[in-house]
Antibody
Framework: QEQLQESGPGLVKASETLSLTCTVSGGSFSSYYWSWIRQSAGKGLEWIGRIYFSGSTNYNPSLKSRVTMSLDTSKNQFSLKLRSVTAADTAVYYCARAVFGDNMNWFHPWGQGTLVTVSS | SSELTQDPAVSVALGQTVRITCQGD??????ASWYQQKPGQAPVLVIYGKNSRPSGIPDRFSGSSSGNTASLTITGAQAEDESDYYC???????????FGGGTKVTVL
């Protein structure tokens, strides 16, 4: 049973860079897409971006200028960096494995999520 | 605003059937996937593709699609089905992924 676990600072200062890592265990890291998704308090889900095991990336256009995703296949980890954060970036951040087909996509499984608060 | 539109809330009597809809132009070309989220928990995939369920998801959950609308149906709703439900698919460009705003399902 594949499991994902997010890790990183729970508190980031405004204007600085949010950095999170997702560690994948119990399954294959290759041949999949890996995604970050966030959820602000009381709000819906927002897709941040995806990275393929080859390293190719695709980001939400609304966040593209501030986001970088990378991966470390030797450690079965992928990471998120979000620059110049503001209070609006305070959210629970989830990592998830993504399947990407010609006319469908889905996220399964998900990590448990980690709360990141941006302080002023 | 999201490119996928969901009703904010629906209610269903215990044991009855409820359909949750997701509307968007991209759904004419792409299937939606559906996620159940309980308070304080991560979302869980319940339906993907044309109408597939991951292991462990009860068969009272089913999916369908027509035109620009995807639907998640719970047949014989149980108390434990009370949750937020989100649809997911592509945006209008087909290159990026988006979520609907979510539907809160209340089981009466």
């Amino acid at each position: 049973q594949e499991q994902l676990q997010e890790s990183g600072p729970g508190l980031v200062k405004a204007s600085e860079t949010l950095s999170l890592t997702c560690t994948v265990s119990g399954g294959s890291f290759s041949s999949y897409y890996w995604s970050w998704i966030r959820q602000s308090a009381g709000k819906g889900l927002e897709w941040i971006g995806r990275i393929y095991f080859s390293g190719s990336t695709n980001y939400n256009p609304s966040l593209k200028s501030r986001v970088t995703m990378s991966l470390d296949t030797s450690k079965n980890q992928f990471s998120l960096k979000l620059r110049s954060v503001t209070a609006a970036d305070t959210a629970v951040y989830y990592c998830a494995r993504a399947v990407f087909g010609d006319n469908m996509n889905w996220f399964h499984p998900w990590g448990q999520g980690t709360l990141v608060t941006v302080s002023s | 605003s999201s490119e996928l539109t969901q009703d904010p809330a629906v209610s269903v009597a215990l044991g009855q059937t409820v359909r949750i809809t997701c509307q968007g132009d991209s759904l004419r070309n792409y299937y939606a996937s559906w996620y159940q989220q309980k308070p304080g928990q991560a979302p869980v995939l319940v339906i993907y593709g044309k109408n597939s369920r991951p292991s462990g998801i009860p068969d009272r959950f089913s999916g369908s699609s027509s035109g620009n609308t995807a639907s998640l149906t719970i047949t014989g709703a149980q108390a434990e089905d009370e949750s937020d439900y989100y649809c997911n698919s592509r945006d209008s460009s087909g290159n990026h992924w988006v979520f609907g705003g979510g539907t809160k399902v209340t089981v009466l």
